[in-house]
C-alpha cells in the first residue's frame, strides 16, 4: 500500500516525527501522520497552514507501506460524537497514545477530521514494524494558485 505526505523540502528526506502535539497524539509523543491519497494529504496540508505558507517550495513524500504489516484501525463508530471538533483533540489524543503505548502495530488507520470516509495513516516511529516502512521517492507539489485560505 503506498501513502502520501506533503511537507516542506527540507523535511522531505526522511521518515521523521517532530513530537508535537496533534490530533491523535500528545506532546513528545513520535507520530508520523500520513494520507491515504495525495488529495487529502494537500487537503491536510491547507487546514493546517496560513495562505502564505502555501507558497513554499514542498514534496510529496511516496511511502510504501509492506502488505504483511498489521495496520491497526479505528472507525468513526468507534468515536465519540464531535470527535473532529479541536476542543476534543483530548479525546483522539488518548485514543492515539494508548495505541503508541499499546506497541501492537506500527501503523493505525484514523479517519480524517476533513472527509472522514477517507483514512489518515499514523506511523509509530518507535515501534520494531516501523522500519519496515520505506520512503520510494519525492515528488514536486505545489499549490494550485486558486485554493486561497483567509
Known amino acids: 500500500m503506498l501513502v502520501y505526505r506533503i511537507v516542506l523540502e527540507k523535511w522531505a ?6 513530537g508535537q502535539a496533534a490530533r491523535w497524539n500528545s506532546p513528545g509523543r513520535f507520530v508520523l501522520y500520513t494520507a491515504g491519497t495525495r488529495a ?3 487537503l491536510e496540508n491547507v487546514v493546517h497552514r496560513n495562505s502564505r505558507g502555501l507558497n513554499q517550495l514542498f514534496r510529496t513524500m511516496v511511502i510504501e507501506v509492506p502488505e504483511m504489516l498489521f495496520i491497526e484501525k479505528i472507525g468513526e463508530k468507534d468515536l ?3 470527535w473532529h471538533d479541536f476542543n476534543n483533540y483530548h479525546l483522539t489524543q488518548q485514543l ?19 472527509i472522514p470516509a477517507e483514512q489518515n495513516f499514523l506511523f509509530n516511529v518507535q515501534h520494531p514494524g516501523f522500519k519496515k516502512v ?4 519525492t515528488e514536486a507539489f505545489v499549490f494550485d494558485p486558486r485554493i486561497k485560505i483567509p
Not at 528526506?13 to 517532530?18: G, I, N, R, W
Not at 499499546?102 to 479517519?111: D, E, Q
Request: proline fraction near 6%; glycine fraction near 6%; charge should be negative.
Open 134 to 137: 520505506a520512503l520510494l521517492r
Open 40 to 42: 487529502l494529504a494537500c
Open 80 to 82: 465519540p460524537d464531535n
Open 96 to 114: 492515539g497514545d494508548a495505541w503508541l503505548d499499546g506497541m501492537k502495530s506500527a501503523v493505525l488507520a484514523v479517519p480524517s477530521a476533513i
Open 13 to 18: 528526506q526522511s521518515l521523521t516525527a517532530s
